[in-house]
Structures are given as structure tokens and as C-alpha cells.
């Protein structure tokens, strides 16, 4: 039973566009969400978070939106830069991101120039 | 390069041998967790320490594999008679509970069981 869900295995967006990257879940006692970015050979790279008392945090490019009444969270990227090419993971935990991560599958982003 | 660090970060091993990891934390990071992750899968949740107590424990954590802690700083996960299912990237992860406890990711160590 996949609780974090991630439906795009990959996006391809023009360099300066808006990358829109959706996660669904189906665990209504995660409370906290966060992003990761993977490169090849290298482990995941923390993004951006967001608690479940918010609906949206942003930081600086990337801006994090939750929708808790659909369990549904999207990460923004704009503008879109070939170096954001990698894998963004989804994950949640229940209490804080302290605890247990439930990842995604991931979706991978490709960025042209 | 004060990141978490793992070593090896790649091992070949016939089915049947011992493997053993070793995860380093970022300094003064007082909980540290394991993961794996398969090809095209995100990470999978294996267990977690804060200092040198195991508080979680995934049921994917089979018999064959055990993790220590034993002074609250590097961590070792060792996989005992290894099956080709145990392929995979194993991944380290610390955090401090002092500084809002988001999970900072190592490099993995890469398995592959022949």
C-alpha cells in the first residue's frame, strides 16, 4: 500500500518555465512534508518543507503548496534552470521530520536550455 | 566536507557472505536513520537511533540485517547472509533535535549481490 504517491515518473519543461511537480497521499496522520532532489550517484538533498498548520512555504524558487482537504502537495519551481534537472522526491512523517519518511517514488525533471 | 558520510560506496558480494556498512553523521547530529532504495523506488525506511537507542524499527528489517550505535556517533548496518533481494542503495541520514530534525542525506552505498 503506497501511502505517498508521486503519478509523473518525469517532466520535461523549457528552461525559464514553470516546473509543477504534484505528490499525492493517503495517510491523513502525516503532518509534515518535505522535498528532496536527487542526482545521480549522490544521496537526496533536502529542498523545502511544509507542516500541515500551513498551506504554503516558499523559498526563494521553490515554493511548496498543501492542500490537505484533496492530500495533495505540489512543488513550484520558477523560474526553471537546467541545473533543477534530477529526481524530486515527495516524503511525509507524522509529528515532525524527525520521524520515519514515507518517500515517493519520485519524478524526474528534465530542464532543456 | 563535514556532510554525511559512508563507506564503501560501492560493494559486490556473493550471495550467502556478510556485508557490513558504516554511516558517519554530521557532527553533533543526535539521530541517525537507515534506508534502502531500489532501482526506480524512493527510499524505504529502515530504522533509527537518537544517540546510541534503536527507536525504530521498520518490518522490512529482517533477522539478517542488524544495526549498532554503539557510542552515539558513526553507525554500522551489517547484512548477514546476503540474498540477491538485498541489492540495493542503502542510505544514511542524520538530524539533530535541536535544530528542527530534517533528515540530511549521505552519498548511499551501492550493493550488489551476485
Known amino acids: 500500500d503506497q501511502q505517498v504517491k508521486q503519478n509523473s515518473p518525469s517532466l520535461s519543461v523549457q528552461e525559464g518555465r514553470i516546473s509543477i511537480l504534484n505528490c499525492d497521499y493517503t495517510?491523513?496522520?502525516?503532518?509534515?512534508f518535505l522535498w528532496y532532489k536527487k542526482y545521480p550517484a549522490e544521496g537526496p538533498t533536502f529542498l523545502i518543507s511544509?507542516?500541515?498548520?500551513?498551506d504554503k512555504n516558499e523559498d526563494g524558487r521553490f515554493t511548496v503548496f498543501l492542500n490537505k482537504s484533496a492530500k495533495h502537495l505540489s512543488l513550484h519551481i520558477v523560474p526553471s534552470q537546467p541545473g533543477d534537472s534530477a529526481v524530486y522526491f515527495c516524503?511525509?512523517?507524522?509529528?515532525?521530520?524527525?520521524?520515519?519518511?514515507?518517500f515517493g517514488g519520485g519524478t524526474r525533471l528534465m530542464v532543456k536550455p | 566536507d563535514t556532510g554525511v558520510s559512508q563507506d564503501p560506496r560501492h560493494k559486490i558480494t556473493k550471495r550467502g557472505q556478510n556485508v557490513t556498512f558504516r554511516c558517519d553523521p554530521i557532527s553533533e547530529h543526535n539521530r541517525l536513520y537507515w534506508y534502502r532504495q531500489t532501482l526506480g523506488q524512493g527510499p524505504e525506511f529502515l530504522t533509527y537511533?537518537?544517540?546510541?537507542?534503536?527507536?525504530?524499527k521498520s518490518r522490512l528489517l529482517s533477522d539478517r540485517f542488524s544495526a549498532e550505535r554503539p557510542k552515539g556517533s558513526f553507525s554500522t548496518l551489517e547484512i548477514q547472509r546476503t540474498e540477491q533481494g538485498d541489492s540495493a542503495m542503502y542510505l544514511c541520514?542524520?538530524?539533530?533535535?535541536?535544530?528542527?530534525?530534517?533528515?540530511?542525506f549521505g552519498p548511499g552505498t551501492r550493493l550488489t549481490v551476485l
Open positions: 511544509i507542516s500541515s498548520i500551513k
Open positions: 495517510n491523513s496522520m502525516f503532518d509534515y
Open positions: 516524503a511525509a512523517s507524522v509529528g515532525n521530520a524527525g520521524n520515519m519518511l514515507t
Open positions: 537511533f537518537q544517540n546510541e537507542a534503536q527507536l525504530e
Open positions: 541520514a542524520s538530524s539533530s533535535t535541536r535544530w528542527g530534525d530534517t533528515q540530511y
